[in-house]
């Protein structure tokens, strides 16, 4: 059986082709797995582990560092994981590294990140215990955004509200009448629209973080981490509540003019023709609400956009759920 | 007239039996192919078995080889019982017997060097390329045809290759050739130079033969002796023209 | 025919394959060793049918790669194709397929080129000049097809992904870099071993039952035919029947 002629070469490279494949996978895999490479160990507690298994990375400032080796529980409120990272990697870790387990992507695997602090404090030695520190978890992280945008869309309201009792008080173009008040009401304004730049940035800060969020870019690990985010959005929060107590002063502050400017002008005091012709300052007042509006009107838009996204999709159904319920129990929430 | 029956003629004093056959009997399902079969081949000696197709002649020599395992019976050959032995006894007995099938058999995925060296590779493991190489081309000689050397089977003709299918019998020198059907199937001009290279080699090669056939011009020229086989049994025995004289209707039958 | 004898025939044949498996692990061990013939069917059935193999991987990779986009789009993880493909290629489609056409390439033609051997008696030449055709042709064939087709497969899976690296940038835009950074991050041990492992499975399957089919072959070219065809019907399901095994050992051993 020898007519066709063997080509031991061709054969050979076949042979190393396929084999070389195999090896060079098993390789690839095993280094993805540290299985290479010096490594050490070091444990860390946890409360509740998230359902981490024993193969998931583990990564140092986001950078892939080791891999869990073991998820074990020490007793009924202590879970003990150990870490095997890379040695090259050890003197960067520190004893007071803050250590936590959050997800990879919105839908991806559970991973341990290890956050340096900027105190000093000892390296970091081969069977060590560190404390875990409890993650922010996507629920979470989506109340806070539902709570700031509930916000927003409540002080925006106000402010429309206020502005509409502005534009429609006969009262108050009377009080344009005058012409001692201008100065006061300019500052007024210039207070307002202060605080309309205040809530634009904020907004921009929220829609780039929602935004992030729908793009699935796995940002919810990086908003975890990244603490300055994470303040911005409270601090957020923080100053919308504050805004909605200015404008809520500024409102009854101009209702207080408008009662004297009344007063003022029953008695036949000032003009508004002053006012009135003061072009640039009616722009601006214009502006002001305008952007106000807007700025509401887009937030509303990324809040649906986000209930619309598959990923949100199941959160927000909860959420209407719960609110459906508990106006069913009887009584407003 | 009444039909003599002929008595089998047990082996001769003289000549040591290189196959003896006894009670041979073998069955396909509830057809009863051979019973009671007995035969003895002696040394050196040209053995016809004679029957119409269908008679169990290939069974026969199937069994002898054991292609086929017989149901009772014992058949002695070179002074060992075939039918018990186990397999590597059974592999070096086969290189005594030498076996040409009708159809020939050769390898056709294989030159005919490679068809002869086959057989020879594979029991001589120590011999050296220059000896195989020795061996095939005398074996090529013995048929005649040296040029075909490195040529397909598919290329040769009917009659090439039943005489390259005899040299790779040779090849090994077997004390026994078992032919089945040898000159079925060639023209007969053909056949008449097959059946004059059987008597060369066995004089050459001092080789005991049985033929399987119901070619007569092959069958007289070959024979020292031949057994009809008749209804699984052995019907018959003699010598060409003891048989060709015979009055019995169906020994003549062959013989019209 | 009706059921009882179907069922019976059913398991007399299983038994028969497995007897002659069997048989084949009793001579794999004894020399001789057929070395040449060994090479030269590794050449025959592994390297010969590396452009058949090639090609079905690379369309399946390619195909598998646009079917999938679709669907990974509407639920926005377009993203992970790449691990994805990897995964579905190393676990399951690249053995099976490969292991399928395997079966059809090869399969038919040991079942034929035995099942003709067998009918010309070629086999059974082999047989009376004692050389055993069980080793020279089961044996070398088993061992090359259980050899071969794990490196067949392992190339097949090498294809198929760069196929799929074609397909991932027909819409879209991937570097090498992260199709190869997605392709291996997702994989595991338990992804690549169990997979890699059954492939020797299905090729010694395929190998023994080609062998059968045409080393039992029945007389005449509708018997060789027959071989061929069964060789490949009953390889292809024994393929499915040993992935089926694979998966729940791989899960009861806990491989996943």
Redesign the interface.
């Known amino acids: 059986?020898?007519?066709?002629k063997?080509?031991?070469t061709?054969?050979g490279v076949?042979?190393i082709?396929?084999?070389g494949?195999?090896v060079m996978?098993?390789y690839?895999?095993?280094k993805?797995?540290n299985l290479f490479g010096k490594t050490f160990a070091f444990r860390a507690q946890f409360e509740n582990v998230h359902g981490l298994m024993p193969?998931n990375n583990v990564r140092f400032a986001g950078i892939d560092a080791g891999s869990v080796k073991t998820v074990e529980v020490l007793d009924d409120t202590i879970i003990e994981v150990t870490l095997l990272v890379k040695t090259k990697m050890k003197k960067f870790i520190h004893r007071n590294a803050k250590i936590s387990i959050a997800t990879d992507g919105l839908?991806g695997n559970m991973v341990v990140n290890i956050e340096p602090s900027k105190l000093p404090a000892p390296e970091v030695e081969e069977g060590d215990v560190l404390q875990g520190v409890k993650g922010l978890n996507t629920d979470e992280m989506l109340k806070v955004l539902n709570q700031t945008n509930n916000d927003i869309a409540s002080i925006a309201t106000e402010i429309k509200h206020t502005v509409m009792r502005i534009n429609k008080s006969k009262a108050l173009w009377e009080v344009l009448e005058d012409e001692s008040l201008p100065a006061n009401v300019r500052q007024s304004l210039q207070r307002l629209k202060a605080a309309t730049v205040s809530i634009n940035h904020i907004l921009a800060d929220v829609s780039v973080v929602v935004n992030d969020v729908r793009d699935?870019k796995g940002t919810i690990g990086k908003l975890v981490r990244d603490s300055s985010i994470a303040l911005a959005a409270t601090e957020a929060v923080d100053k919308i509540k504050n805004i909605g107590v200015a404008a809520d002063s500024l409102s009854s502050r101009i209702n207080g003019f408008v009662a004297g400017i009344t007063s003022d002008v029953n008695e036949g005091k000032g003009t508004i023709h002053t006012l009135l012709k003061d072009e640039t300052m009616a722009q601006q007042l214009r502006n002001g609400v305008g952007d106000i509006e807007h700025d509401a009107r887009a937030l509303k838009e990324v809040m649906e956009a986000l209930k619309q996204?598959?990923?949100f999709r199941g959160y927000f159904r909860r959420q209407e759920k719960q609110k459906r319920e508990r106006s069913g129990k009887g009584g407003k929430y | 007239m009444l039909p003599e029956p002929i008595p089998v003629v047990k082996a001769k004093a003289t000549a040591e039996p290189v196959i003896a056959i006894h009670e041979l009997a073998k069955s396909f399902g509830d057809n009863q192919v051979l019973a009671h079969f007995d035969l003895v081949l002696n040394q050196g000696e040209n053995l016809v078995v004679l029957g119409k197709s269908g008679s169990g002649k290939s069974v026969l020599i199937k069994c002898i080889i054991r292609l086929l395992e017989p149901d009772s019976g014992s058949i002695q050959v070179l002074g060992e019982n075939i039918v018990d032995l186990n397999e590597e006894a059974l592999d070096r007995l086969r290189v005594k017997i030498g076996f040409l099938f009708q159809g020939n058999a050769l390898y056709d995925s294989m030159t005919v060097r490679q068809n002869l060296e086959f057989p020879l590779r594979r029991h001589w493991m120590n011999v050296s390329q220059g000896e195989v190489d020795g061996l095939v081309m005398e074996a090529l000689d013995n048929v005649g045809l040296e040029e075909t050397l490195d040529m397909m089977p598919e290329e040769l003709s009917g009659g090439m290759r039943k005489r390259i299918a005899l040299a790779r019998t040779l090849i090994l020198k077997p004390d026994i050739i078992l032919y089945d059907e040898p000159t079925t199937g060639l023209d007969p001009i053909t056949g008449k130079e097959i059946s004059e290279l059987m008597i060369e080699v066995q004089h050459k090669y001092k080789t005991s033969s049985l033929i399987i056939s119901h070619d007569m011009k092959c069958i007289r020229r070959t024979a020292d002796r031949i057994i009809v086989l008749l209804d699984g049994r052995c019907y018959a025995e003699g010598t060409y023209a003891e048989l060709e004289r015979s009055s019995d209707p169906q020994v003549k039958n062959f013989f019209e | 025919m009706n059921t009882s004898e179907n069922t019976k025939a059913f398991f007399t044949e299983t038994g028969a394959i497995s007897s002659f498996a069997a048989r084949f692990f009793k001579q794999v061990y004894k020399p001789r060793f057929e070395l040449n013939e060994f090479i030269r069917q590794c050449y025959v059935i592994g390297y010969q049918s590396l452009p058949l193999i090639g090609l079905t991987g690379f369309i399946m990779g390619l195909v598998l790669t646009i079917q999938l986009r679709p669907s990974l789009t509407e639920y926005g993880v377009e993203a992970q194709l790449p691990s994805m493909i990897s995964v579905a290629v190393f676990r399951e489609l690249g053995p099976v397929i490969t292991a399928l056409i395997f079966a059809g390439k090869i399969g038919s033609s040991i079942g034929a080129e035995l099942g003709s051997m067998r009918v010309t008696e070629q086999i059974d030449a082999m047989e009376v000049s004692g050389t055993n055709p069980f080793k020279y042709l089961v044996v070398t064939r088993v061992l090359a097809t259980t050899l071969m087709l794990p490196i067949l497969v392992l190339l097949a899976d090498a294809i198929a992904l760069y196929g799929s690296y074609l397909g991932v940038n027909i819409r879209g835009n991937t570097s090498f870099s992260l199709f190869y950074t997605q392709v291996t991050g997702i994989l595991e041990f338990g992804d690549v071993l169990p997979a890699f492992i059954k492939t020797f499975f299905f090729g010694f399957a395929i190998g023994v039952i080609g062998c059968y089919k045409g080393y039992h072959s029945r007389k005449g070219t509708e018997g060789v035919g027959r071989s061929a065809n069964m060789a490949v019907v009953i390889s292809s399901v024994t393929v499915f029947v040993i992935d089926l095994v694979a998966v729940q050992v791989t899960d009861i051993l806990n491989l996943n």
């Open positions: 059986m020898a007519n066709k063997v080509d031991t061709k054969l076949f042979m082709a396929g084999v494949f195999l996978l098993l690839v895999i095993g993805n797995q193969g839908i699935g996204s598959f990923l």
